[in-house]
């Protein structure tokens, strides 16, 4: 499916209506790759496509669906039977986030069709806030007594493992209380007779339903665990994260993130099946804020216009250092960002983040200074034949640099932090709101400087 000879003779299959050589492709086929050969197919042709696919391989692919329209669509065609028949085989977590993303009407018709534990247990995960552990959880998990031997423990793996969605490891729990973990391999290498208290691990890592997915993610990752134990107030198991999960956090959480800092709002749908309409909503308040925000630039310059009328040539240096400061800014911003999501650095870190990023700016400034000051003599004064390009004029371009890049970093790196201590996403403080902050914090610089050297 990765090479587009393999999705063309797949859609030529589709047009030329020839089922069973497609089924018999399909049936060897990935359920991700058989998922984006239906993102390519119409209403009709997604429906005919779905049926000609074994049972059991259906509800994967369903999960695998990038487009939640694609999937309401399939429910709405869905007999009843072929509904259960679906929901049978999705694991718990997979069929909430399924319903999350549904109309009133697909999520009672979903319900309805599910029988009365599951229908259960899903009202309980929608009931957890939507950023928690408890709402990326599932409830499909192999639970063990302390007291049962290692053949008994294989006994129950083998007689409920099917239904559950990892078995690698085994949550030890009496009266629901979390006790230990013990993985599979501990069990294959002990004996029969060997009590499960005897071997499983006590010191269990696990996390609150209410803690925030994303850390819970982080925490996963860190740890390099297949699966998290989820525990309530008190500390009665109720669930499990999986790898898989979180990996399907990060990856919202990055896309989330990117745009934010792009000053976009934040949407859950892919590029192409995002309406026009729904785009241009996502982007005009941010582009709307912004224009009427970089009015200070604005009126900033007809402040200045009279200093500008007695030196026109500082005129074309306002957009270099308009744009080296926002670029000097938006690395800032970027690098604490990181570090934030990544709990590298906290708000009380904040003055050794600023005294860092002050010695940083020092030696970038310097450095963009003297290259600049070569760079106005000899092209702009000398190869260019521009008079009006004096060592004084370059000096007070090269002294604004350099102030304008000390002040872009300090703010590129402060704005975020002080963002996330009152509870603001730190990536709204990045490109876009910082370069309009930045732009007119360097005409000021420039202005004030130039005023006092030239005497304008």
């Given at each position: 499916m990765h090479e587009n000879y393999d999705l063309e003779l797949l859609l030529e299959l589709v047009k030329g209506k020839q089922f069973r050589r497609l089924r018999e492709l399909l049936e060897g086929m990935n359920e991700v790759d058989i998922a984006e050969f239906l993102d390519e197919l119409g209403p009709e042709e997604l429906l005919i496509v779905f049926r000609l696919l074994p049972k059991e391989m259906a509800a994967d692919v369903f999960t695998e669906l990038e487009d939640s329209d694609d999937q309401e669509r399939l429910i709405n065609a869905f007999s009843d039977q072929e509904l259960r028949d679906v929901l049978d085989e999705l694991y718990l977590d997979d069929?909430?986030?399924?319903?999350?993303?549904?109309?009133?009407?697909?999520?009672?018709?979903?319900?309805?069709?599910?029988?009365?534990?599951?229908?259960?247990?899903?009202?309980?995960?929608?009931?957890?806030?939507?950023?928690?552990?408890?709402?990326?959880?599932?409830t499909e998990y192999v639970y063990l007594h302390p007291n049962a031997t290692v053949e008994e423990s294989f006994a129950r793996i083998r007689k409920v493992g099917m239904d559950k969605e990892t078995i690698y490891t085994c949550?030890?729990?009496?009266?629901?209380?979390?006790?230990?973990?013990?993985?599979?391999?501990?069990?294959?290498?002990?004996?029969?007779?060997?009590?499960?208290?005897?071997?499983?691990?006590?010191?269990?890592?696990?996390?609150?339903?209410?803690?925030?997915?994303?850390?819970?993610?982080?925490?996963?990752?860190?740890?390099?665990?297949?699966?998290?134990?989820?525990?309530?107030?008190?500390?009665?198991?109720?669930?499990?994260?999986?790898?898989?999960?979180?990996?399907?956090?990060?990856?919202?959480?990055?896309?989330?993130?990117?745009?934010?800092?792009?000053?976009?709002?934040?949407?859950?749908?892919?590029?192409?099946?995002?309406?026009?309409?729904?785009?241009?909503?996502?982007?005009?308040?941010?582009?709307?804020?912004?224009?009427?925000?970089?009015?200070?630039?604005?009126?900033?310059?007809?402040?200045?216009?009279?200093?500008?009328?007695?030196?026109?040539?500082?005129?074309?240096?306002?957009?270099?250092?308009?744009?080296?400061?926002?670029?000097?800014?938006?690395?800032?911003?970027?690098?604490?960002?990181?570090?934030?999501?990544?709990?590298?650095?906290?708000?009380?870190?904040?003055?050794?983040?600023v005294w860092k990023e002050i010695r940083v700016a020092v030696l970038c400034g310097v450095c963009l200074a003297v290259a600049n000051f070569i760079k106005m003599m000899l092209v702009d004064r000398w190869l260019m034949g521009n008079e009006e390009v004096t060592p004084m004029v370059a000096l007070v371009v090269c002294l604004t640099l350099v102030f304008t890049v000390l002040c872009a970093k300090v703010v590129g790196c402060t704005l975020p932090m002080a963002a996330e201590k009152i509870g603001i996403d730190p990536a709204v403080m990045a490109s876009p709101f910082i370069t309009t902050i930045v732009d007119a914090m360097s005409l000021l610089i420039y202005f004030f400087i130039a005023t006092n050297l030239l005497h304008l």
């Open positions: 069929t909430v986030d399924v319903i999350e993303d549904m109309p009133a009407n697909v999520v009672s018709r979903i319900l309805r069709n599910s029988d009365s534990a599951t229908r259960s247990q899903i009202n309980q995960l929608l009931n957890y806030p939507k950023d928690s552990a408890g709402s990326i959880m599932t949550y030890v729990t009496q009266r629901r209380i979390l006790l230990g973990v013990v993985t599979v391999r501990r069990m294959l290498l002990s004996s029969y007779e060997t009590r499960i208290r005897d071997i499983m691990e006590t010191n269990v890592l696990s996390v609150n339903t209410h803690e925030d997915k994303e850390d819970v993610a982080q925490t996963l990752n860190k740890y390099a665990l297949s699966a998290l134990p989820v525990v309530d107030a008190e500390n009665r198991l109720v669930g499990i994260v999986t790898f898989d999960d979180a990996m399907d956090v990060i990856e919202d959480e990055t896309t989330e993130d990117f745009e934010k800092m792009a000053a976009i709002l934040p949407s859950d749908k892919p590029y192409l099946k995002t309406g026009v309409l729904e785009t241009w909503r996502a982007r005009i308040p941010w582009l709307l804020l912004l224009m009427l925000s970089a009015t200070f630039t604005g009126i900033i310059i007809t402040s200045f216009e009279g200093a500008l009328a007695a030196c026109v040539v500082l005129t074309s240096f306002i957009p270099m250092l308009s744009g080296t400061g926002g670029n000097s800014g938006s690395q800032s911003s970027v690098a604490i960002i990181r570090a934030l999501s990544l709990d590298e650095v906290e708000f009380s870190d904040m003055l050794s983040v």
